[in-house]
């Protein structure tokens, strides 16, 4: 069963950064995009970026495009995602998910909190 | 970039309703829409790929419809089970989310 197990809870101080950590089991990652989704307190969801494992390629939503950096490792099957220059807008659950088929996401971790404060 | 507006924000039904939540790309998405579930403290769950695709698992009284810039997720008897909020996405260019549709027991 493809599983997609994420890093714990994260707390920054404003202007550092954190990076994530989604490693995922039974799937080769090398097969699929990997994305990126933030939850704020409260509101919906936001896509923030894919990245193709196979080769490094990147797509970043607009407004993620200077705070978020994807990476991947196929060696160990695992995303990773960082965060830069962290402000209280940034506290939120990040989530990973993919699909082992198609362009939706039908495989999500379980979220990892991002608290940022001083 | 593509927008979706999702309608209504808020819903309060009676168990065994027909609920019905829409989505409206800002441009033609062909048929690249997908609705989620999600419940409090959990992970999104997706229930429809690609408009009206019912993903494994999914009970048959949601259903998808729409095509083009207007899309639509029905819940044919709604359950208790059922209360969550629901998002669209849309997947034909890049990827976007509507803003969510809480729903709740009247």
């Given at each position: 069963e493809v599983q997609l197990q994420q890093s714990g809870a994260e707390l920054g101080k404003p202007g550092t950064s954190v990076k994530l950590s989604c490693k995922v089991s039974?799937?080769?990652?090398?097969?699929t995009y990997m994305h990126w989704v933030n939850q704020r307190p409260g509101k919906g969801l936001e896509w923030i970026g894919r990245i193709d494992p196979a080769n490094g390629n990147t797509l970043y939503a607009e407004k993620f495009k200077s705070k978020a950096t994807l990476t991947a490792d196929t060696s160990s099957n695992t995303a990773y995602m960082q965060l830069s220059?962290?402000?209280?807008?940034?506290t939120a659950i990040y989530f990973c998910a993919m699909a082992?088929?198609?362009?939706?996401?039908?495989y999500w971790g379980q979220g990892t909190l991002v608290t940022v404060s001083s | 970039d593509i927008q979706m507006t999702q309608s209504p924000s808020f819903l309060s039904a009676s168990v065994g309703d027909r609920v019905t939540i829409n989505c409206k790309a800002s441009q033609n998405i062909n048929k690249y829409l997908d609705w989620y579930q999600q419940k409090l403290g959990e992970a999104p769950k997706l229930?429809?790929?690609?408009?009206?695709s019912l993903h494994t698992?999914?009970?048959?009284?949601f259903s998808g419809s729409g095509s083009d810039t207007d899309f639509t997720l029905a819940i044919s008897s709604l359950q208790p089970e059922d209360v969550a909020t629901y998002f669209c996405l849309q997947h034909n260019s890049g990827w976007t989310f509507g803003g969510g549709t809480k729903l709740e027991l009247k």
């Open positions: 039974d799937y080769n990652i090398r097969n220059q962290l402000k209280s807008d940034d082992t088929y198609g362009y939706w996401f039908a | 229930l429809i790929c690609n408009t009206n698992g999914i009970p048959s009284r």
